[in-house]
């Protein structure tokens, strides 16, 4: 139940009747201020012109003909210098109900995707220790992302990218294979850059005790040894940490599989088709700044080797090989300048910029009584997602990383999030459906049946200021799954959530529900209820959170 497809329609088929188009850049939503009506449009505005009239006069025309042209406004005024501002009928916002009802947990979904194809590839951390909580922010945001389109009718795939290549990957190998030495006995060297975590001394001291001769190997061999070690045990820790956070990757991608299986050179060859490439100082390079870069960059370097952007090419020029038609990395903030020349080279490839979006995740300040949590992998000194996971819960974890804006710094304070109050988020959101069941429990044992199915006249007695605000925001969840997967932001369902819970904490304050002297009231009281309930299960599953029954 979409009111502003109900308004547009009828916007739309006034305009045709007068001859005029609809302007691209038109705008329905909700006024600043509940006052002024439901809805809110700026269509005079951008029509006066072309309607030889004043912003206003043609506001007037539209707001005294919208009342005959769509039965459930209930009234529509011209307002400032030219909006129309526009009220729907209380049994408009009533049949939100039965809208909740027949749809249940599919409430919310469209066919705005018309299932294209989308790639969303999120976490992709180095396997070189545990993932930290601002992995954890990460995994959160794709994982929510991804069912947030679904739900927008988009047909989405996940992927992690394994980063078993290259530099970190050989230091991870080095570290391991020194604390080996060291546990055998032997004197080491220790680099200035290595890593120090106590996972690294672990794995060290397992392969010692399973094979007391690898202290013996050569270096080189060693060191390969301890890396294959070192990277399955780390990356199967990480995907047991995303499986407890209910963290779902479709497809695992190997880095190392884009040179061995042709993938590098056949996005080479795509560039250098496209005119994008050259050789220069034994180097082959491409040429971004035909793209608005400031620079043009290196793809192999003159001793033959790659670099770490050529790998990205090669990696995104496989994602579009394999039919995919948007893609969309979830990747820390430290990657912002990255962004650009991304995009420059999704350009060359001669795809449309619609085709990528990158949704970046800003720091995560972790808190304990108060003070910041310092973290650093090769330092050792970071708190780890499963550690978090363990002290507060997957449900306060998700919700807490999707309660701002992924590019914007997070204080997750682990002391409120174990609150039982409504000081605390999420405990405020799952508390108002625990709440809700709570009552429909009490109405069962008293013999208030509630049908599977209430009939649109024995909602009626919802008529107080109350009952109409809670109809209109459990009607405004449609829209906002929209406009949240068309912006990328997971945030949008969380915010809408909290709102939606605090009407429901203010409704429960104010108005008696199972009324022992109106059976009618408290049917119609037990229906509203019921489908808020079911809003915000759709809303929590989206973020990957329960909705308890009790709490």
Known sequence: MRATETLRTALAAILEEEGLPWPAKTVIEPPRDAKHGDLSTNL?????????????????????????????????????PGFCNVTFSPDYWRGVIPAVEAAGPAYGTSAAGDGRKVLLEYVSANPTGPLHVGHGRGAAVGDSLARLLRRAGYAVDTEYYINDAGRQMRLLGLSVWLRAQELAGRPVTWPEEYYRGDYIIDIAREMLAADPSLADLPDAQGQDVCYE?????????????????????????????????????????????????????????????KLGDDKDRVLRKSDGSLTYFASDIAYHHDKYARGYQWCIDVWGADHHGYVPRMRAAVAAMGRPQEDFDVVL????????????????????????????IKEVGVDAARFMFLSRKSDSPLDFDLDLVKQRSLDNPVYYVQYAHARICAVLRRAGERGATLPAAVAAADLAPLDTPEDLALLRKAAGFEDMIAAAARNLGVHHVSHYLTELAGLLHSYYAKHQVLLPDDAPRTLARLALLRAVAQVLRNGLDVLGVSAPESM
């Open 44 to 80: 005079a505005l951008l029509l006066a012109k072309e309607a030889k009239t004043s912003p206003r006069e043609l506001a007037q025309r539209l707001a005294a003909r919208l009342p005959e042209r769509c039965q459930d406004v209930a009234a529509a005024e011209a307002a400032g």
């Open 229 to 289: 070690k070192a990277m399955t045990d780390i990356l199967n820790g990480i995907k047991a940490d995303l499986r407890e956070f209910r963290v779902e990757h479709q497809h695992w991608f190997s880095e190392k599989t884009l040179v061995e299986g042709g993938a590098v050179a056949a996005a080479f060859d795509a560039l250098t088709r496209a005119g994008y490439t050259y050789e220069q100082d034994g180097a082959f390079w491409f040429a971004t700044q």
């Open 361 to 388: 995740i800003q720091l995560v300040n972790l808190l304990r009584d108060g003070k910041p949590v310092s973290m650093s992998t090769r330092a050792g000194t970071f708190e780890t997602l499963a550690d978090v």
